[in-house]
């Protein structure tokens, strides 16, 4: 079957602008994650969607958004971007959410 | 608050020597967790879970709530091996993974 799908795979923006980020779960997974990995960081909890809600949502700040269809598929949208939003940015799906997430590839952000 | 802890950034061994990856945890309640790999050029992955008790490609853990502690361990290390290793961490039903900085394993030969 296939895995999680993200797209697009790299982006260049430049900052103020606001950039949307698209993920794939694999079929039947309703459970959608999104995580910010940094060299500095490392992996961070970004948010989580269950059929269309977010469950849980990571400490970052409002300019940091999410959504979920009802195809499970998911989107990110962080706006009025800053450096420091440069970042790989990893999706993950789940069945139901716990007992361990399939990852897909990332999207590589890089703002300038 | 959820916390995982890996002491070693870097672990280098030789090949067919045990190896042994630390991972230590905090939380209050029942955890569930995990370790990941990432090879070279390829996307997370997970390698095992506590709650399933399976060894997989030679890698078992235990979990010991006494010490807090998830290591992970394999008897005689081959070179494909060779991978960054991150421990995780679920609280429950809060959806999310905490993740451990990670440790880069080296097998040499």
Redesign the interface.
């Known amino acids: 079957k296939a ?1 999680v799908t993200q797209t697009p795979r790299y982006l260049i923006k430049t900052r103020g602008q606001q950039v949307t980020l698209s993920c794939s779960p694999i079929s039947g997974h309703r ?1 959608v ?1 999104w ?1 910010q990995q940094t060299p500095g960081q ?4 970004l948010f ?1 969607y ?1 059929s269309e809600t977010q ?2 949502k ?1 400490n970052f700040p409002g300019r940091f958004s999410g959504r979920q269809f009802s195809n499970s598929r998911s989107e990110m949208n962080v706006s009025t971007l800053e450096l420091g939003d440069s970042a790989l940015y ?1 999706c ?1 799906s789940s069945l139901t ?10 999207t590589r952000l890089t703002v300038v | 608050a959820q916390r995982v802890t890996q002491p070693e950034k870097l672990l280098s061994v030789f090949k067919g020597a045990p190896v042994e990856l630390k991972c230590n945890y905090s939380y209050s309640g029942s955890p ?1 967790l ?1 370790w ?1 790999v990432q090879y070279s050029r390829q ?4 390698l095992l ?1 506590h ?1 399933s008790r399976e060894s997989i490609k030679g890698f078992t853990a235990d979990l010991n709530k006494g010490e807090t502690s998830f290591h992970l361990k394999k008897p005689f290390a081959q070179e494909e091996d060779s991978a960054m290793y ?1 421990c995780a961490l ?1 609280g ?11 440790t880069l394993l080296t097998v040499n030969p």
């Open positions: 895995g459970s994650s995580y490392g992996l961070q909890f989580e269950f469950r849980n990571g990893l993950a959410g716990g007992l361990g997430y399939t990852f897909g590839s990332g | 569930e995990f990941y996307r997370l992955q997970l879970r709650i991150y679920s429950g039903s809060n959806y999310k993974l905490t993740f451990g900085k990670g």
